[in-house]
């Protein structure tokens, strides 16, 4: 989008800002300028009146000129345009155009005393062959006056580049409606319109227009009577031609002129072309399309589509005298879905505009047309147009959110005055901190709390906001039953590691020998049972467990290790997850290192495959489960809480399993927790062993929480390394626990260690009546 500031200073008052100003406003306001060039007539190039023209004695194409600059001159031109009694822009002597420096010359034998400029060569872009001419519309022109004192010689050309959903700034109107928001500037009443259509014959005696069907797009339509000599003023063709204007007659620049300027969209047909009869009226009808376009039709001649296309035959050109002036409006997303289901359609540049959003203000569209570029022309009185209600969001905006989304308070009074300035329409809310809000019409790309939110910064000025660090504030997106599937994945994995093999079964089980193993039947009954054996819910794992692992054994395995994950039921048949593990016959094969007979298996083997599993546990002697040998089994408790059991199955209860241990884990008393890192001690632990003699009758568990509630310091881990009795110790047993220190700041001595030791010896003597050995 190129545009320059004295063409914005007709819409908005800009005469105190600079033009780094003003740039920088665009890029604070999301529209990122791509350059910003300064356009000035170089100095010495005046105002000048051609005098006389005559033509060169020497030469078929040269003309010498006397030219008034504020002093007589002779110059010879070899421009074909240039004639007597023309306001021309003329280079005096030292003036430097581009590389040339001006001076006296002679051509052909024919002094020069300076030289008549085209606008190319002052720089101005390409306005025709020939030299410039001057008139009015830059302003008052006074003989000798420096041309770079005009504004339309001294001004910015400034080039923006835009996001497709901002339609509405393809125009000068719409860049000015962004900064008149960013510096609160009223947008100027632009009312060119000075003929009084009372006086003018009416339009309806040459047009006239309706629609049977659905409005889908609005339409206005004036006509011109452009007479035999149309042209546009310098000024407009100065403007023109730094767009890169490519149009090809006056009333096309005209209309791109005007497009450039409002952002309607406007097409102009020839009426003698679509009627040659001057009598006879023109009808023009509405039709929708196959996706919603309008195509206007003048009885059976598709004219064009609104927004899309135009017939070629019917368009005005340099020849047009009486001319159809269109500005139309159609939504985007009817341009856009039109356009994109049909790819045969034909399209023409006005596609570009109309699908990213033209100017729905097409009525004062037309006037300020009419008004600049048609101001000399005869025109028909009042017009014919089909309206259409835009439809815009309304948005519940939270002044709250906004802030949260911003990264700062915000008041509500500000975002009042900034969606203002925008030009939205504000309604109350519900309450204080809402309020309801639509955007213009012209931005169709507003649909939500987030896209106000979006000018609100733009406005309110994104360096105004303070810089945050980047918050990772996402919320942990896993549930519980995903978490609880990792775990035991995980799980599953590590009892693999360890060697055992993984068993599926039926949750179903046999209830007589359910009763023998001691469980009682759950009171929820299956009606169709599978077969008798497998009629009850299961409460258990380990009974479906041992069955395989007899199944094993009587195929001479020597060694058996097994493990399920699977659901349980309780007596009332609440459900549950649970891990069961067997361990029967041999800790380890015969072979050269285990011996002929392998290894037996214990108890504490099996303690020690499950902490493998589940991490650190400890064990707490119990006696309550029937099926168990009394004298080997034991709570398994993690982190202060019992999390299931382990021990030795009696003979009894399967014959013909060999030494058989079983454990079956609470899976729901599991935490999922992660591994937190500790500061470990750069200084070497030293260990002290203290052998002491204890009652037969004291149980170690008591010595282990004595230690524990002393808190030493410094005191990493304790545990027995050896158990001695013999006669000679009566009733007392020699216990030799071992004790390892390490402090986190410096080397212990023997002096701290030794009194750490004595101290527990202390603790020990007076509470559990223990002695040194």
Known sequence: ??????????????????????????????????????????????????????????????HVCKVDAGEILQIVCGAPNVAEGQMVACALEGAKIGELSIKKAKLRGVESCGMLCSAKELGLGELGKGIMILDESIGELEIGKELSSYPAFDDYLIEIELTPNRGDCLSVRGVARDLSAKFDLPIKDISPLKKSEDELLGIGRLISLHSEEEKNCALYYKVVNLGENFSLNLKKRLRLALIESKHKSAIEGALEYSTHSTGALFRAYDARKINPNENEKISLKIKNGEHKQSQIYAEDKLLGVAGICANKEFLADENTKIAIIEASYTAPEIIANATGEDKNMPKDEMVYRSSRGSEPAISSSMNLLFGSCFENCEWYGGSQQISMNVERANILVNCSAISKMIGMDIEKKEIHKILSRLNFEIASGTNDEQFYAKAPAYRHDIQNIADVCEEIVRIYGIDNIPAKPLNFCEANRNSQASLKHALARNLRQRAVDAGYFECVHYIFDDPSELETMGFKPCQAQMLNPITNELKELRPTLLNSLLNSALNNAKRGAKQIKLFEYGEVFDISGKQSSKLGFVSCGLSSLPSLKNGAKGTELSLFELANDIQKILGKISLKASENLEFLSPYEQAKIIQNGKVIGFLGRVKPSLKKDLPRCYVAQIDFDALKCEHILAEPYSSFPATSRDLSVLVSSELKYEQIKECIEALKVENLQSFYPTDLYSDKSLGDKKSLTISFSFQSNEKTLTDDEINALMQRILDVLKESLGMELR
């Open 1 to 62: 989008m190129r545009l320059s500031k004295n063409w914005l200073n007709e819409w908005i008052d800009l005469s105190a800002k600079s033009a780094e100003d003003i740039c920088a406003a665009l890029n604070e306001i999301g529209l990122e300028v791509d350059s910003c060039e300064r356009i000035r007539v170089p100095s010495k190039v005046v105002v000048a009146k051609v005098l006389e023209c005559r033509e060169h004695e020497n030469s078929d194409h040269l």
